[in-house]
């Protein structure tokens, strides 16, 4: 049991100062004999013990009068459904907007009327885990201290000001609220379903108008479980939340924005909101009265501590759109996941292609570093170099290794989900199995675009020497090997660079894909008549299909190209060591360094150069790839704790398999 140590000369202070200072700073006793309870530290006890306070009232009768009294004058006629309606409640489809308001408000929280609830409950539980401690408070200890002080219950009488008006007028609020979000045009047309149908928060309201005229007729004050209208009520509750249900389940067709996404959440807390404050109207026990009452008084603590909870809103309004960017990428990555033979040297072949482009890439960029402009006019340069180079890649088919971890993640993901009805070992042995396809799919796309991007940068800058007597990378050899080497440089940082651009460049293509989805773009390119007089139907709907498969991978690749081309120059202007390390634009620089010494390097410049290469391309893959997972687990709502059980099922099959991390022999695993 919880001990605060102290005796019982503490309370008698704090209670003397109620007789004494009962005119002035009215809160001041509260907030005294809270703090006294209130736990210090970070204590992790299972409950809290009110019994010193219980123990010493009944030691000091005379100040219970006076006392229950002081609650009374305190609690008596306060507001507090601006609190049931909006605590921790969206009050902002704007995302940021409310991010933004509920980080002012933990630093500076806002401060109601002096005449509301939720000011009392702010000067006195300030403490975002008031809430914690008091609820593991024994029911026993509190029941006993509310039959001491002989208060009344929320069930006691009716008024404008009583808890039962209160709660009425909340709960009519949320419903008004949530009809007419429901109505709104972008919410409306994710739910097709429900045209030809009724709202059910319309419906919701005319139910509700039936139940506050019984109450408000009815001399008891409250319904029974068993009423019909009650039961009627839970009933279109659950159809209101199959209404929000069915929205989410639409995003897959129609795609989904961030203030939908917003708006269908609200609904979904007020909802929730509904369904727990609802119960508070019924009552089938007299002797319940108590207990509802201290637990509504509880559950109120419980919203105004919770309202400016910013973790809680990034987790809920992210969720789903996490989830939609990731099901675009799982489908894009299935095709980067090699199985036999013909795969894997299919994308050797691939990413051969993309060596070689990325080889020409060095040696533009190399060029580029020649023309005399400034540090903006360069990143310019190399961003356009980049953007162009990586979509040319991306629309002749060919592959650039490191693009694939963002893409594969969410995919592995869906592997598991597939697996839900398996044994946890089940799931994460199929995990394993794809995972070995992905890394050999990853190490082959790795040879083709190292191989290849080295030779083709090698010929072509000895063309241009041969042609023009022009040797570029003269200059920079020292400062092109250096570069690539762990020890001598931050190689190993700037490669974790690229890997979180690559994983942004994954987030872009998923969210673009949603958001054309969602706005009906190649719809509208079809349907265009200005096109269609242009270009003829057939080919305006061929450029439809065209934005539909391609548009989402070029908007990535050319974002994807602008970050790798302009953080260096943004690390000169904030003085700060920024620049990026990708494996394939490694190799080819490795060529031109050792082309600008007349190959006339160390063996150990040579041996950090090439051993470089390889903690590029890992740090590339690993940072990636572990962003993309994490994002994948979070948008399917999976514990990160199951990180560790996929890593072990992992290298459980790596020991057993190795060769198949790398090459797709025969197994019957495979």
Known sequence: ??????????????????????????????????????????????????????????????????????????????????????????????????????????????????????????????????????????????????????????????????????????????????????????????????????????????????????????????????????KQINIILVQCEDFVNQAYKNSSRFGISLNVNQSLLRIRQQIKRLKSIFPYLVLDLEEDKKLKSISFFLRLVKYNCMKNNVRKLINESTQLIAYEITQHTAKTGEHYITKGSKEYFKMLYSAIGGGVIVGILCVIKLLLSKVETSDFGHAMLYSLNYAIGFTAIYLLGYTLATKQPAMTAAALIQSIEKDQFNTKDQKYKSFANLFARLFRSQFIAFVGNVIFAFPVALLIIYGVDYAFGLSIPDEKWDHLLTDLSPIHSAAIFHAAIAGLFLFLSGIISGSVSNSNKHNKLYFRIQENPTLKMSFGKRKTAEIAQWFERRWAGVASNIWFGFFMGTTASIGIFLGLNLDIRHITFASGNLALGLYGNGFQISNSMLFWGIFGIGIIGFVNFIVSFLLSLFLAFRSRNIPTSDLRFLFKAVWIYFKAHPILFFFPVRSKRN
């Open 1 to 230: 049991m919880y001990n605060h140590n102290q005796n019982n000369s503490a309370l008698h202070s704090i209670f003397q100062k109620l007789k004494r200072d009962s005119n002035q700073d009215e809160l001041r006793f509260l907030i005294d004999l809270v703090n006294y309870f209130r736990p210090k530290g970070k204590s992790q006890n299972q409950y809290f013990s009110i019994r010193a306070l219980i123990d010493f009232l009944n030691e000091n009768p005379t100040f219970i009068a006076p006392f229950r009294a002081y609650l009374y004058e305190v609690f008596e006629g306060k507001t507090f459904r601006n609190l049931l309606s909006d605590a921790g409640i969206l009050q902002n489809t704007h995302f940021f907007q409310e991010i933004k308001k509920r980080s002012i408000a933990k630093i500076l929280p806002f401060q109601p009327d002096r005449n509301t609830l939720e000011f009392v409950l702010n000067q006195i539980f300030y403490s975002r885990k008031d809430y914690d401690w008091l609820s593991k408070i024994p029911t026993d200890e509190m029941l006993a201290l509310y039959e001491l002080l002989q208060l009344g219950s929320m069930y006691d009488r009716k008024s404008e000001q009583s808890m039962l008006n209160e709660l009425l007028q909340s709960m009519r609020l949320i419903m008004q609220r949530m009809s007419g979000r429901a109505l709104e045009t972008d919410v409306i047309k994710m739910i097709p379903e429900y045209e030809n149908y009724d709202s059910p928060f319309e419906v919701l309201e005319k139910e509700f108008d039936l139940i506050e005229a019984t109450l408000i007729s009815d001399e008891t004050y409250f319904l029974n479980s068993e009423d019909i209208d009650y």
